[in-house]
């Protein structure tokens, strides 16, 4: 069974500049994620889908992060213009359903200079 | 914020021994997961024990719950270099479906 993939691995931009992320979840799996994981920190929850509907983004910054999952499969994660601050990895994990086990995907190290 | 905190910040031992991490939350909770994050495996799920119960075991892994204090650990037996990572306690609150994380336990097993 293919796992979660992201791409791209690794990004560098300078702030002000916009960049956007890429998942493809496991194939079956309605619940997508989307996390900020700053280094030395456990993963933060920016949002999350239920098949193409958002079912919590209360932790995204509206004024510059946007995601969608269009047709209910892979999904993108748009920052718009980057800060500093948004220097982290950025990890897509999704799961059968909410409560249980998450699958991540390698995650894309996002560098803000 | 995050829900979780993990004890100890980072533990170093030596091959063969065991590990303890401990995880303390704040809510009432649906379940609660550990996890394992290294660089060469991403973000890994070991174990998930649900709110009604107390002791769980996989491999050389053994998790317990305690709600009444609201914490939780994690035991490795006989740990191998191979164990060296990053292990996070994850909770799902009582009415949600999404994973809170802590702040992660750095565990080194020196060969």
């Known amino acids: 069974e293919a796992g979660v993939a992201q791409s791209p691995r690794y990004k560098i931009i300078e702030k002000r500049q916009s960049v956007a992320f890429w998942c493809n979840p496991i194939s079956g799996h309605a619940t997508l994620y989307w996390y900020q994981q700053i280094l030395g920190q456990g993963p933060k929850l920016l949002i999350q889908?239920?098949?193409?509907?958002?079912?919590?983004d209360s932790q995204l910054p509206k004024d510059r992060f946007s995601a969608e999952r269009l047709k209910g499969v892979d999904s993108t994660l748009k920052i718009q213009p980057a800060k500093l601050e948004d220097s982290a990895v950025y990890l897509c994990a999704s799961s059968y359903t909410g409560e249980n086990e998450q699958f991540f995907g390698p995650g894309t190290r996002l560098t803000v200079l | 914020s995050q829900q979780g905190e993990e004890d100890p910040q980072a533990l170093s031992i030596q091959e063969g021994e065991n590990a303890t991490m401990n995880c303390s939350y704040k809510t009432s909770i649906n379940n609660l997961q550990w996890y394992r994050q290294n660089s060469g495996r991403g973000l890994v799920h070991l174990i998930l024990?649900?709110?009604?119960?107390r002791e769980k075991h996989s491999g050389r892994l053994r998790v317990t719950l305690d709600t009444s204090k609201k914490s939780s650990s994690l035991l490795i037996t006989a740990s191998r270099a191979a164990d060296t990572a990053s292990y996070f306690c994850a909770t799902v609150k009582t009415g949600a479906n999404n994973l809170f994380f802590g702040t992660g336990t750095r565990l080194t097993v020196i060969p």
């Open positions: 024990i649900r709110s009604n119960e």
């Open positions: 889908f239920q098949n193409n509907g958002v079912v919590d």
